[in-house]
């Protein structure tokens, strides 16, 4: 059946350090992808997405391109800041009834 | 615009006894979802609503959990009676449809639920 897997935390990294949070999926079809993120104290807020294969999502520095090839969503992102500490979570949009599928999140800690 | 309006924020009850979940979604959002998230896990869909339609429930304990979503527009989620592991932050979000597959989903606040 259709599912997630997003790479398990938490993350500590220090400021300007490299992040990769890894996600893959399984579907029968070709998903929209999207990541979520949770800021401490706020709601689920949408990050970036793609909706087909070879996209590049970005927005605030972090990108993820849609591999269809392996069937994975990887967040990335070159210089981390403090402001990026949060909960990210993976999202495939698929199934019949057009669901959202959220990975188990993976909380990023950004030191100074 | 609006965004996902929840109420009440916080609630604590004792086991087995009932509590309920009102979400306003945003103004002419036409699917709206309710999700647990239970501390530490990913939302879990509870269910789908397609305008004042059930689209998927499969996930909802059906013996326990009940929703309804009259007119299409706001929605109550009600628990009876609640048991301890019913602890979680219950969350709604809506989407417009006409965007079935690209468009992102809104989220309310949520509902944290403690149950003791």
């Known amino acids: 059946g259709d599912s997630v897997t997003q790479m398990e935390g938490p993350v500590t990294l220090s400021e300007e350090a490299f992040l990769t949070i890894n996600c893959t999926y399984t579907?029968?079809?070709?998903?929209?992808l999207f990541w979520y993120v949770q800021y401490p104290g706020e709601g689920l807020q949408l990050l970036l997405k793609a909706t087909k294969a070879d996209d590049k999502g970005s927005n605030k520095g972090f990108e993820a391109t849609y591999r269809k090839e392996t069937t994975s969503f990887h967040l990335e992102k070159g210089s981390v800041q403090v402001s990026d500490s949060a909960v990210y979570f993976c999202a495939p949009l698929m199934g019949t009834g057009n669901q959202f599928y959220f990975g188990t999140g993976t909380s990023l800690t950004v030191i100074p | 615009e609006a965004g996902v309006a929840q109420s009440p924020r916080y609630k604590i009850i004792e086991k087995r006894q009932s509590v309920a979940f009102w979400c306003n979604p945003i103004s002419g959002h036409a699917t709206l979802y309710w999700y647990q998230q239970i501390l530490g896990q990913g939302p879990k869909l509870l269910i789908q609503?397609?305008?004042?339609?059930?689209?998927?429930d499969s996930q909802l304990p059906k013996d326990r959990f009940s929703a309804e979503r009259l007119k299409g527009v706001d929605s109550t989620l009600k628990i009876q009676p609640a048991k301890l592991e019913d602890s979680a932050v219950y969350l709604c979000?809506?989407?417009?449809?006409?965007?079935?597959?690209?468009?992102?989903?809104?989220f309310g606040e949520g509902s944290r639920l403690t149950v003791l």
């Open positions: 979000a809506s989407r417009t449809a006409g965007h079935a597959n690209t468009g992102e989903l809104f």
């Open positions: 579907a029968t079809g070709y998903p929209s």
């Open positions: 609503f397609q305008n004042n339609g059930v689209v998927d």
